[in-house]
């Protein structure tokens, strides 16, 4: 089975209630690219990227599309094989990891559909049905962030994660123990989650001034040197999110002992083949990790699960999805939605998602 076709589509998810607003940016809509894959027996696939504007990481919508139509015409022809295309991809493009991962999760969709198998089989099979998802605060004031996590402790989220970072590091401090406040008592787990926005000095004046408070600190600060110098410091885990740019960064910081945990993006690291490579060398370590991705659709959604589904659930951290963020679905009939605070997870072939597209308009590249 081959590659006989490759489609690229554009399509705006627009923020509920915007911005959604974190240190260092406001976002109010982002573009997701979509890629269809169709094979030489007729069956296809779907696969998605939709970086998190340009200034989260090294990654934009228009790279991607670059990217894509670089890639596209060169893997005409090659056999629908995660191996075969990851290779092929290296040969027609270094780097580009984010755009790279929509062919890679395009591939093992239709690969599912053609063995009638769901994703999640293919990624060595599921350990669960439902997955437990996180909600994540944007910044805002004490009350009103307290008063949101209160909500969705009580809507079924067992975690909660706390943007903190891009302002005063009093309010930040002050933001936390409202939380607490209204969370202590239960099982939920917090998170505070500075995407790179705290100097070092803060990050260790903000953990100190917390002590009391049991929350995993999610990248504090720019770069992995960084984390590694202040961890003694601190007084609590460290889980590293940005920095950890590619594959081979996260298990060089998994066998250096200096982090605690992962914050990590399927995107990031290329896609569903890489992102199994990660969990293996998370669960040769014990170290806990989430699976998601930076936004997108029911695309990216789906693929996130059905790879959360066979982590150990010991080490499963949550998925993330855009979903409680954004209006609409691509497959309005079997959209990927948190439930409760949970994410079901499809059995049906693939990523079992049925992309209507009727609202994606034409493609805006095509090859074959």
Same mark, same amino acid.
């Given at each position: 089975?081959? @590659?006989?076709?490759?489609?690229?589509?554009?399509?705006?998810?627009?923020?509920?209630?915007?911005?959604?607003?974190?240190?260092g940016s406001d976002?109010?809509?982002?573009?997701?690219?979509?890629?269809? %894959?169709?094979?030489?027996?007729?069956?296809?696939g779907?696969?998605?990227?939709?970086p998190?504007?340009?200034?989260?990481?090294?990654?934009?919508?228009?790279?991607?599309? =670059?990217?894509l139509?670089?890639?596209?015409?060169?893997?005409i022809g090659?056999?629908?094989?995660p191996?075969?295309?990851?290779?092929?991809?290296?040969?027609?493009?270094?780097? &580009?990891?984010?755009a790279k991962?929509?062919?890679?999760?395009a591939?093992y969709?239709l690969?599912?559909?053609?063995?009638g198998?769901?994703?999640?089989t293919?990624?060595?099979?599921?350990?669960?049905?439902c997955?437990?998802?996180?909600?994540?605060? !944007? !910044?805002?004031?004490?009350?009103e962030?307290a008063?949101?996590?209160?909500?969705?402790q009580?809507?079924?989220?067992?975690?909660l994660q $706390?943007?903190?970072?891009?302002?005063?590091i009093?309010?930040? $401090?002050?933001?936390? &123990?409202?939380v607490?406040?209204?969370?202590?008592?239960?099982?939920?787990?917090?998170?505070?989650?500075?995407n790179?926005?705290?100097?070092q000095r803060?990050?260790?004046?903000l953990?100190?001034?917390?002590?009391d408070?049991?929350?995993?600190?999610?990248?504090?600060?720019?770069?992995?040197?960084?984390l590694?110098?202040i961890?003694p410091?601190?007084?609590?885990?460290?889980?590293m999110?940005?920095?950890s740019?590619?594959?081979?960064? =996260?298990?060089?910081?998994?066998?250096s002992?200096?982090?605690?945990?992962?914050?990590?993006k399927?995107?990031?690291?290329?896609?569903?083949?890489?992102?199994q490579?990660?969990?293996? =060398?998370c669960?040769?370590?014990?170290?806990?990790?989430?699976?998601?991705?930076?936004?997108g659709?029911d695309?990216?959604?789906?693929?996130c699960?059905?790879m959360?589904?066979?982590?150990?659930?010991?080490l499963?951290?949550?998925?993330? @999805?855009?979903e409680?963020? %954004?209006?609409? &679905?691509?497959d309005?009939?079997?959209?990927?939605v948190?439930k409760?605070?949970?994410?079901?997870?499809?059995?049906?072939?693939?990523l079992? @998602?049925? $992309?209507n597209?009727?609202i994606?308009?034409e493609?805006?590249?095509?090859f074959?």
């Amino acid at each position: 089975m081959k @590659i006989k076709t490759i489609e690229v589509y554009q399509y705006d998810l627009p923020v509920k209630n915007g911005p959604y607003r974190m240190a260092g940016s406001d976002v109010y809509s982002l573009s997701a690219a979509l890629v269809k %894959i169709t094979a030489d027996n007729g069956t296809w696939g779907w696969g998605e990227t939709c970086p998190l504007g340009p200034t989260y990481a090294e990654s934009h919508i228009d790279g991607a599309l =670059a990217a894509l139509k670089v890639m596209a015409s060169q893997l005409i022809g090659t056999e629908v094989t995660p191996n075969a295309i990851a290779r092929n991809m290296a040969q027609a493009l270094n780097g &580009h990891h984010y755009a790279k991962s929509a062919i890679d999760i395009a591939c093992y969709d239709l690969l599912g559909k053609t063995l009638g198998v769901p994703v999640s089989t293919l990624l060595g099979g599921a350990v669960t049905a439902c997955i437990p998802s996180y909600y994540a605060a !944007i !910044i805002a004031s004490p009350e009103e962030t307290a008063r949101t996590l209160a909500e969705k402790q009580k809507a079924g989220y067992s975690r909660l994660q $706390v943007k903190v970072g891009g302002r005063a590091i009093e309010e930040d $401090v002050e933001t936390l &123990h409202r939380v607490w406040e209204k969370i202590k008592g239960t099982d939920t787990r917090l998170a505070a989650d500075a995407n790179r926005g705290l100097l070092q000095r803060d990050a260790i004046r903000l953990s100190q001034a917390c002590k009391d408070i049991p929350f995993i600190l999610e990248q504090p600060c720019d770069s992995f040197e960084e984390l590694k110098a202040i961890r003694p410091l601190l007084c609590h885990p460290v889980y590293m999110d940005e920095s950890s740019t590619h594959l081979a960064v =996260a298990i060089d910081a998994i066998a250096s002992g200096s982090i605690d945990g992962f914050g990590m993006k399927v995107s990031r690291l290329g896609g569903l083949r890489a992102m199994q490579a990660f969990r293996d =060398a998370c669960a040769a370590k014990k170290i806990p990790h989430t699976c998601d991705d930076a936004w997108g659709g029911d695309i990216v959604a789906a693929a996130c699960v059905q790879m959360a589904a066979t982590v150990d659930p010991r080490l499963l951290e949550g998925t993330w @999805i855009a979903e409680p963020y %954004i209006d609409g &679905h691509y497959d309005p009939e079997n959209p990927i939605v948190v439930k409760e605070g949970h994410i079901p997870v499809s059995q049906a072939p693939g990523l079992g @998602i049925n $992309v209507n597209e009727k609202i994606l308009k034409e493609p805006v590249m095509a090859f074959d």
